[in-house]
């Protein structure tokens, strides 16, 4: 049986993608190529490695063994690598880092500033939805992750990173606008935008409303800060939102805070990684970069 590295990476960037074009774009190889290569694969080991359920591609249990081989590989590829570049400092490395939408107001800068001081230094980032973040946290794909409310069934090692107030926005031209020290009870005829469920400003903001005693009115979920915004300032409903997400004038444009009691809710950010694995020096001096900030 011969199986090669590039093929190995083929199979697990299908498990992630669940399409060969995507598999292939994401191996910077054509789709033609990609399929000669699983050809090969299947020939090789005598069995498929995908099947398609529907309309789905899924891997199969041979599929699903060699993408956890694959991913064992690349963890002590990985490992190889940070234990290379610990012997030559931060003049060289590399940096994976996952953050949750909310988080791309401020890291991406402090990333910036980061990248100056260490110009050699290769640097990744992923900005997704929590669920996303916490899927590639459960894989190890990544040295860092920035997220609101760590997963607790997972070893992780965490610290607080900065405090995340949540706040409530409406159209400018709403008629609360102007009042001060809301009663959280006169939005009760209010319709919400609120970000999608399984979000970390959803589960803070159900977690305060249930705490309050209070259900609103949902009128929609969305998947993004700058749709609700935009739901918010064309008229559709109040929202909440982190306040970070209105740092510019722009980001004001049509929308306004409401002076609700109880509000801002104060909810964190937090710097994660998992316990059982090291961090290279690109990664501990960038949390520690994060944390000085």
């Known amino acids: 049986m011969h199986i090669t590295l590039r093929q190995l990476r083929l199979v697990l960037a299908l498990s992630e993608t669940g399409s060969i074009t995507a598999a292939a774009r994401s191996q910077h190889i054509t789709q033609p190529t990609a399929s000669t290569q699983l050809q090969q694969l299947v020939r090789s080991i005598g069995m498929p490695v995908h099947e398609t359920v529907g309309r789905r591609l899924q891997l199969t249990e041979a599929g699903r063994a060699l993408a956890d081989s694959s991913r064992s590989i690349e963890h002590e590829y990985q490992s190889l690598r940070q234990r290379l570049d610990a012997l030559k400092g931060l003049e060289r490395g590399t940096l994976n880092i996952a953050v949750v939408s909310t988080a791309k107001y401020f890291v991406p800068r402090l990333l910036g500033e980061f990248c100056k001081l260490h110009p050699g230094i290769d640097v990744a980032l992923e900005i997704l939805n929590r669920d996303r973040v916490i ?15 760590p997963p607790t069934h997972l070893d992780l090692t965490v610290a607080v990173l900065r405090d995340n107030p949540l706040v409530v926005i409406a159209p400018a031209r709403h008629p609360l606008t102007r009042t001060k020290n809301i009663a959280l009870e006169r939005l009760a005829a209010e319709r919400f935008i609120l970000r999608e469920q399984g979000s970390g400003t959803r589960m803070a903001t159900d977690k305060h409303l249930r705490k309050s005693r209070f259900t609103p009115l949902v009128r929609m979920e969305l998947g993004s800060n700058e749709a609700l915004k935009e739901a918010v300032a064309g008229g559709l409903g109040v929202g909440v939102l982190s306040a970070h997400a209105l740092a510019t004038k722009a980001h004001m444009a049509g929308i306004k ?11 964190r950010w937090y710097v994660v990684s998992p316990a059982a694995r090291s961090l290279s020096p690109a990664a501990t001096a960038f949390r520690s970069h994060l944390l000085e900030a």
Do not use: T
């Open 257 to 267: 805070i409401l002076d609700v009691k109880g509000f801002p809710i104060q909810a």
């Open 135 to 149: 899927e590639r946290l459960e894989q190890r794909m990544d040295d860092l992750y920035v997220m609101s409310l």
